[in-house]
């Protein structure tokens, strides 16, 4: 079974510009959820789609947003670019959502966009 | 305040030599504690999962341990090879009266020399 895959693998921007990131998950899976991974900050939970439906989000400003289709297939959005998101931004995905105390469901991460902002 | 701590940041140590790494949290209540290990350039690999009624949890060369009533958790490698060189990631899951939010720590970063 394929990996989670993520397009581009990396990227260069300027201020200002927007950006679209895309993710597939595991085929079969439903959660996906994107993450923001700097050296300073470590991972930080951007927010979760479930069947097309975002779940949870987590504290960053409008600028990020994302969306998902019915293939599971999701995209993050950021706009108007500052130069602290450069950053690696992951995508994972599992079969159900991974919160709450009925699941341990394993998530599966992709290798990464890699984003710098100019 | 991050409610997961990772310590130490990093730690060198020689081919064969086991080591611990240690998560202490403060997320309550919780459902689940994970390990991830994430290779440079790579995104992170689960390692452990195991709930807060879990102990020990063992894949190959590594095994965590739980204290729930510490709220501590280690991650111990044995017999290191040069392979296990990569950042270590705790990531504590809350229960569902928290509302959503897996909280990562910051990871330790692990370098096994020849």
């Known amino acids: 079974k394929a990996g989670v895959t993520q397009t581009p693998r990396y990227l260069i921007k300027t201020r200002g510009q927007q950006v679209t990131l895309s993710c597939s998950p595991i085929?079969?899976?439903?959660?996906v959820s994107w993450y923001q991974q700097t050296p300073g900050q470590g991972l930080q939970f951007l927010f979760e789609?479930?069947?097309?439906?975002?779940?949870n989000k987590g504290n960053f400003p409008g600028r990020f947003s994302g969306r998902q289709f019915s293939n599971s297939r999701s995209e993050m959005n950021v706009s108007t670019l500052e130069l602290g998101d450069s950053a690696l931004y992951l995508c994972?995905?599992?079969?159900?959502?991974?919160?709450?105390?009925?699941?341990?469901?394993?998530?599966?991460f992709g290798p990464g966009t890699r984003l710098l902002v100019l | 305040k991050n409610q997961v701590e990772q310590s130490p940041q990093s730690l060198i140590i020689l081919e064969g030599k086991n080591c611990t790494l240690q998560?202490?949290?403060?997320?309550?209540?919780?459902?689940?504690l994970r390990w991830y290990k994430q290779d440079t350039g790579r995104g992170p690999v689960s390692l452990t999962i195991?709930?807060?009624?879990?102990n020990t949890k063992s894949n190959g060369r590594y095994t965590a341990t739980l204290d729930a009533d510490t709220k501590q958790s280690s991650l111990h490698i044995t017999a290191s090879q040069l392979s296990d060189s990569a950042s270590y990631i705790c990531?504590?899951?809350?229960?569902?009266?928290?509302?959503?939010?897996?909280?990562f720590g910051k990871g330790t970063s692990l370098l096994v020399t020849p």
């Open positions: 195991m709930t807060f009624s879990e």
């Open positions: 998560c202490n949290y403060t997320v309550s209540p919780f459902s689940n």
């Open positions: 789609y479930f069947s097309e439906t975002q779940r």
């Open positions: 990531v504590v899951g809350p229960g569902r009266d928290s509302g959503y939010a897996l909280n």
């Open positions: 085929s079969g899976h439903r959660s």
């Open positions: 994972a995905s599992s079969l159900f959502y991974p919160q709450g105390s009925r699941y341990q469901e394993t998530q599966y």
